[in-house]
């Protein structure tokens, strides 16, 4: 079933497309982990007429749960009463028969209670709606009874869900909005990414997600105890995160379930460790390796110089987070014969350019730069983060999507689902190594380059924004990078891809030889941590990069030079 766009101008169902391609793909892609009940309600919905499915998928955008009949109307569904009462034949909708004041009050305006007699009391119709309610609920004043149907399945709906995307949190609603119909996406096998293999993988997903949202909200507590010292909520928060910790399931050996089970041990340890229960912290962060499970264990026992030790070499030997590695460093400065990952080598000066010039506050500051070099004859892109990552996504695209358990949910993905995790690397480790070997020869990378380029153009990659990028920029640069230079790079960017994607020089200045990156700095900007490392690395490696800070001057001239 093709998508087409959301505008309902041109498709008033736009919304039914999306619902049934979702149910679709799911009745189809996990027919065996949907119980039998569950998949005999999807095809009676299924086989319902266009009306019928449609109201329904009105209904489930909105929030509540019961609707008065004579309020539902949308103009494209031409046959509402004969919808609703097919859906009320296949279990979609059921009529609330039972007696329902609160429903019968709170879902009248307030002209309507008045005008039926409901607000005679004195003073009542001049009172707060929910004074109103109140009153009226408790009182004998005759309510005339509403036609009202409640939905129904949408526990069924938010398993469809769950299933599509993989997760609790995604919701249709936020499917819509994407406007799927005007993107490209890569064709991935998903056949081979099958995110849940059975219905026990399913339910514990969903058990790790209830789990999760709990753990969530109590940690927000844990925050506010800290703020706000209470003993005796103190204890009552420590009895319900011990309680929620002696749920946690085994262990998974699918690694998206893992994950979840790693980012729980890491919001109990963080709560534990707030209420300064440490050893019930240390018990939590050991039970994952997650960053920053083993800095928070080693913090927790300071004082224990051998532990500290262990877990900073294990930081060191296993961790791709800067903050861990950070911290490790630190704590193993003074130690002989340690190999620090190649980050203690000292640290390139980063050269500095002032100027003064005349801005224009309708412009951006890094499009007037690139205006005055066009001045002087010289091309200047305002590139940002959008270069090196740009050129990684299209080298390495096809490991990018490979698909792997779990990585791709549905067909319209951005990117793997675990890009940003800790092991992202490690679960391609070996295609990614392949890859890099190939790359090692410049004939294959121009060839790559060129023939990848051509074939994916347009199609959505996490790391390839298209609009900034161009065939002939990513030809300079990589015939003008040496490839040690590329290869550390695009291996940086491996470790955290989340945090090392950005902090990049805004400017590309390209020569005939040779090409600069250039940070910019406005009046009273200053350059940020995540910046400096990335300067730092860029010019150890051998690529010409600076920084210029801009100052503002009166309006004179406009006239500047930059060499």
Known sequence: MALQSTDPTTNPLYYLDYLEFLLEFVSDRYRNVLLVEETQSLDRFLACSLNARALYGRLL????????????TYPEISDIPNAIDELIRVEFLEPVTAPRRDLDISMRSKAELKSCGALRVPGLAQAHRQVIDQALIT????????????QRKRGLMSICQHLFFGNPHQHLDEFVRTDLGHQVFESVDLSLSRSFLDRETFDLARLLAVLKHWATELEVCSRQLRRSPDPIARLDLLRQLADLKSLMPFRSKMPSLSRLQDKLYLLLGQSFERLGATDDAISCYRGTTRPPSRERQ?????????????????ILEASTDASELSYAH?????????RLNGIQHPRPPIPRRDITLEIDISVNIEQQIVDVYKGQGLTALHIENHLFPGLFGLLFWEVIFLPIQGAFHHPFERGPADLYEPDFYNHRAQMFEARFNMLANSEYRADQLGLLFGAKQGITNPFVYWPAVSLDL??????QTPWSALEAIFRRLLKDPKAFRKGFPDLVVLRAETYELIEIKG???RLQNHQIAWLEFLIAQGITASTLFITAEEPRSNECELS
């Open 61 to 72: 955008t909105r929030k509540p749960s019961y609707f008065r009949v004579d309020k539902i």
């Open 139 to 150: 009182s004998d004043q005759d309510i005339p009874k509403l036609m009202i149907v409640r």
């Open 298 to 314: 080693a913090r927790l026992q300071s004082q224990n110089t051998d532990i500290v030790r262990r877990l900073c070499f294990e």
């Open 330 to 338: 630190k704590q193993l400065k003074h130690e002989n014969g340690i």
């Open 474 to 479: 990513f030809s300079q640069v990589m015939t």
């Open 523 to 525: 009046p009273g900007d």
